[in-house]
C-alpha cells in the first residue's frame, strides 16, 4: 500500500474538570487502498512499475463522526511534478502526469488505522480537468512553462487547477481554492465542478472567469489562494498566501496580505488586510498564510508559515 504520514487532530478534553489539560493529538500512517495511485506511463515507467503515490492533504477537512470512525474530506493538489532549469526569464516545471486530474478523496479514521478512501477526480462537463498552468494570454496565469518527463514543452491549459484549501459550501458540496487564477471553486460532493470564479477582467484582459477584485491577479506566482473556510452567515473567506505584487513593485515592501470575502447567495466581494510581523521575515515576500478557519462570523484563526 501506498502511505503518507499526516497529523489528525482526533481528541480533546471533554470534561470541565479537565478543561486546564492540553489537547492530544495522534498521528497516523493514512494508507491507500491497493491499486490506489497515479498511473504513469512515461518514458520512464519501467521505474514506477506500480505507479506514483497519490499526494493529499492540500486542504483537509474535518467532515464528522460515524459510529466510532471519524471522518475527513481532503484534496490533492496539481500532480506530481519538479522543478527544472529557468527557460529566459520563466520558471518552469516538470509534470511527469500532465493529464492527472486532481482529486477528492475521503479519509476514514477507525480502529486505530487511517485511510484515504474513494477518489473521485475534479471534473467539469467536458470531463476530467487537470493540473497544467494556465495559458500565458489570461490574467492570473503564472507563466510557468510546464515540460513533460523527457522535457517536451507543453501548452498551457485553462481548465488546470492547482487546489489547496478545502471547506463545506453548505449544500454537500465544497468550495476549494486554487493557486493559479486565484480560483475560488464550488464542487459537489461527487468531484463535479459547478461553479467557479477568479479575478475579473479588466477591458482589453482575457479571463477564465469573474466576480472577484483584478486585483487578485497580481497575486505572486504559486502564492494564490491558499486556505479557505466557510463562516456561520454562509460567507466564503479565502486567503491570499502571500503579498501582492502589483506591477512587479511591491511584493517586498507590502506590509499585508490579503483575506477576501465572498458571498455565494449575493456574489458581494470585500477584501481585508491581513498583517505582516515583518520582523519574522527576511523580506515581507516571504510571508505566507497556509490554511485558516471561521471561529465566528468575526473572527478567523489563520495558520502562517515561518
Known amino acids: 500500500m501506498k502511505r503518507k504520514i499526516i497529523p489528525v487532530l482526533i481528541g480533546c478534553t471533554l470534561s470541565f474538570s479537565a478543561l486546564a489539560a492540553q489537547p492530544t493529538a495522534e498521528r497516523y500512517v493514512v494508507s491507500f ?3 490506489t495511485h497515479v498511473n504513469y506511463a512515461g518514458a ?11 499526494g493529499i492533504g492540500s486542504g483537509l477537512l474535518f467532515t464528522g463522526k460515524q459510529g466510532d470512525a471519524l471522518t475527513f474530506a481532503t484534496i490533492t493538489d496539481r500532480g506530481p511534478n519538479a522543478d527544472s532549469p529557468k527557460e529566459g526569464k520563466n520558471e518552469t516545471k516538470i509534470f511527469v502526469t500532465p493529464d492527472f ?8 479514521v477507525q480502529n486505530g488505522k487511517a485511510e484515504a478512501i474513494d477518489p473521485r477526480p475534479l471534473h467539469d462537463d467536458k470531463g476530467a480537468i487537470n493540473g497544467l498552468p494556465l495559458a500565458s494570454d489570461v490574467i ?17 491549459d485553462n481548465r488546470g487547477l492547482d487546489t489547496e484549501g478545502i471547506t463545506p459550501d453548505g449544500k454537500g458540496g465544497y468550495w476549494l481554492c486554487d493557486e493559479y487564477g486565484p480560483f475560488l471553486i464550488n464542487i459537489d460532493s461527487k468531484g463535479k465542478i459547478l461553479a467557479i470564479h477568479g ?4 477591458e482589453g484582459e482575457k479571463a477564465i472567469a469573474g466576480g472577484l477584485p483584478n486585483i487578485l491577479k497580481w497575486r505572486q506566482a504559486n502564492r494564490g489562494f491558499e486556505g479557505l473556510t466557510r463562516m456561520p452567515d454562509g460567507r466564503i473567506i479565502v486567503a491570499v498566501q502571500s503579498t501582492l505584487d ?14 477576501v470575502s465572498f458571498d455565494p447567495a449575493s456574489g458581494k466581494t470585500a ?17 505566507k498564510i497556509g490554511d485558516i478557519v471561521a471561529l465566528d462570523n468575526r473572527k478567523r484563526l489563520a495558520r502562517t508559515v515561518l
Open 33 to 35: 487502498p491497493e491499486g
Open 44 to 54: 520512464f515507467a519501467s521505474a514506477f512499475p506500480n505507479g506514483l503515490p497519490v
Open 101 to 108: 486530474a486532481p482529486l477528492l478523496m475521503t479519509i476514514r
Open 140 to 156: 492570473g496565469s503564472t507563466n510557468e512553462v510546464a515540460f513533460s518527463d523527457t522535457l517536451h514543452r507543453l501548452k498551457g
Open 199 to 202: 479575478p475579473q477582467a479588466a
Open 246 to 259: 502589483i506591477d512587479a513593485k511591491s511584493k517586498k515592501k507590502a506590509l499585508f496580505t490579503r483575506l
Open 271 to 287: 477584501m481585508y488586510g491581513y498583517p505582516i510581523d515583518s520582523a519574522a521575515y527576511s523580506k515581507n515576500s516571504d510571508a
